[in-house]
């Protein structure tokens, strides 16, 4: 995710007149347990703002969405959350 993001904003400082980028994500693919290195990953890349679908991609729309994983990321980041 560091390398994308990272490669993006890169692009949009260079060619994008210094647009924003922004992350959407997923809480996970079957679980969290990458959520907060990947939250981490994407600030430190260069985005501008997060926006999370608190539900893995194994629940798909049929589970219930968990969000205290936005809770957790407004405190674990410094750019915005959008949940």
């Known amino acids: ?3 994308c993001v990272s490669a993006m904003a890169a692009a949009a400082r ?3 007149g210094g647009r924003p980028v922004s992350v959407k994500m997923r809480s996970g693919f079957s679980d969290t ?3 907060e290195e990947n939250l981490l990953a994407a600030q430190e890349a260069g985005a501008a703002f997060v926006t999370i679908h608190p539900r893995t ?3 798909t729309y ?3 969405a968990d969000w205290s994983l936005i809770a957790r990321a407004t405190s674990l980041l410094s750019i915005p959350v959008v949940g």
């Open 1 to 3: 995710l560091y390398q």
């Open 14 to 16: 260079e060619y994008g």
């Open 33 to 35: 347990s990458l959520f």
């Open 57 to 59: 991609k194994a629940q």
């Open 62 to 64: 049929d589970g219930a």
